[in-house]
């Protein structure tokens, strides 16, 4: 077995995209041989000079490790004299079973999908294991090729993805896909397909709005899911397709947090209390903060979450709460949060007993007091509150979803679940 990893031949000028080359390389290899499985890797999102889709890709094939080479450098040498001058593609090829590159390299793996590793440490993974690479123009891609190669063995959580691919003179105009067909698909296909639509935001989440060459991806948790759903989607002609082993919908780049030891660029599971009342600010955006002892955590849920906000919008100070997501100059992007334990009661100034009306301060520290029917009461009182939230586990929509992140409808999760569809 021969495990070839490639990243970062996205073009945004020229509509690339490193799955469409994944298949393609696919495609050589079978003519060779035989492929076992392609992998689409979402590594740490949060790399600086990424879009939001930072993916690698690795091709898991019989091709002897050297004639593998020799045609995956072909096709990237292509790609690298041709496109925009943000691409620099990676190629590293080892030989071995997937599940068997060296501990190091699954680390290596690993770290990328949760936190922003150099290419420095990428070129010295390479050489430690004794891989065969090639970088083009800085190389960059190197990083994310060296991660594709580990993640078989780093990661074990996987999910699928079916990509169609339009007819190359197709690419920038606009898809033609019968959403009707879509959302028929998708009702029938969940929850083994998921993230297909988004029913209350009425949008064909699959397919994409930008210029490239996937006409749509229909995700889920195995490769029969995904088929059907694709079979019910009426659209252009398919010019062709590949089935890709992801960690999207994973959850992959959370790592256990605490509150004042989170650092920017990375995903954490945090647990604290709500501090402050959520907050919504110009442009629909929800702040809140939570707390854990001394230390505190501005959270936000921006407006493209959309219903999310609502729930967001739902908590109070008291609220117990484990929250999910990236943090970004010290504030953490709310991707889904459970509700552990809910304020139930809350105090108020008592009601007089006698006429029904609210009491007033009889001073500092003297209680309340109704003047006219002469009633007190020693303090304010615990009164039930409504809530319009319950314990559990709330979401981001579909629509809103990052690619790593792992819907709620997967199962798993310590507590009751409210997915989004
Ligand atoms: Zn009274």
Redesign the pocket.
């Known amino acids: 077995m021969t495990v070839v990893g490639v990243d970062d031949t996205d073009s945004r000028e020229r509509g690339m995209c490193t799955t469409y080359l994944a298949a393609r390389l696919a495609d050589r290899f079978a003519e060779r041989g035989s492929v076992e499985r392609r992998l689409l890797v979402r590594l740490c999102p949060a790399a600086p000079h990424k879009t939001r889709g930072n993916a690698a890709l690795a091709v898991h094939t019989d091709v002897e490790p050297a004639a593998a080479f020799e045609v995956a450098a072909d096709l990237l040498s292509d790609v690298a004299e041709t496109d925009d001058p943000q691409t620099h593609p990676g190629l590293v090829v080892a030989p071995g079973a997937p599940e068997a590159v060296p501990e190091a390299v699954a680390a290596f793996a690993g770290a990328a999908v949760r936190r922003l590793v150099t290419l420095d440490e990428a070129l010295a993974g390479i050489e430690a294991a004794g891989y065969a690479s090639q970088g083009w123009k800085t190389g960059r891609g190197r990083i994310g090729a060296l991660a594709a190669v580990g993640a078989w063995a780093a990661l074990d959580d996987w999910t699928v993805e079916r990509l169609a691919y339009r007819a190359a003179e197709r690419w920038g105009t606009p898809r033609d896909v019968d959403e009707s067909t879509v959302f028929q698909a998708a009702e029938a296909g969940y929850p083994d397909a998921w993230d297909t639509v988004d029913r209350v935001e009425g949008e064909a989440v699959c397919v994409p709005h930008t210029p490239g060459p996937v006409l749509y991806g229909v995700r889920g948790d195995d490769p029969a899911a995904v088929d059907r759903v694709a079979a019910g989607i009426r659209s252009e002609p398919v010019a062709t397709w590949a089935r890709f082993w992801t960690n999207q919908g994973t959850d992959a780049h959370l790592t256990a947090g605490t509150m004042g030891a989170l650092r920017d660029a990375r995903a954490y599971r945090v647990d604290g209390t709500v501090a402050t009342a959520p907050e919504t600010r110009r442009g629909g955006h929800v702040f809140l903060t939570l707390a854990d002892g001394d230390e505190a955590l501005p959270c936000a849920a921006f407006e493209p979450t959309k219903r999310f906000r609502d729930r967001v919008r739902a908590l109070r100070p008291g609220d117990r709460v484990t929250v999910c997501g990236e943090v970004t100059d010290g504030t953490l992007k709310l991707e889904k949060f459970a509700v552990r334990e809910l304020v139930r009661t809350e105090a108020v100034v008592p009601t007089?007993?006698?006429?029904?009306?609210r009491?007033e301060s009889a001073g500092r520290g003297q209680g309340y007091r109704?003047?006219?029917?002469r009633?007190s009461a020693p303090g304010k009182v615990e009164q039930p509150v409504e809530r319009a939230i319950e314990p559990g586990w709330y979401e981001v929509p579909p629509v809103a979803r990052r690619h790593v992140a792992k819907p709620l409808v997967r199962g798993g999760f310590d507590a009751p679940i409210h997915p989004e569809r």
């Open positions: 007089c007993p006698d006429c029904g009306r009491m109704c003047r006219g029917c009633t």
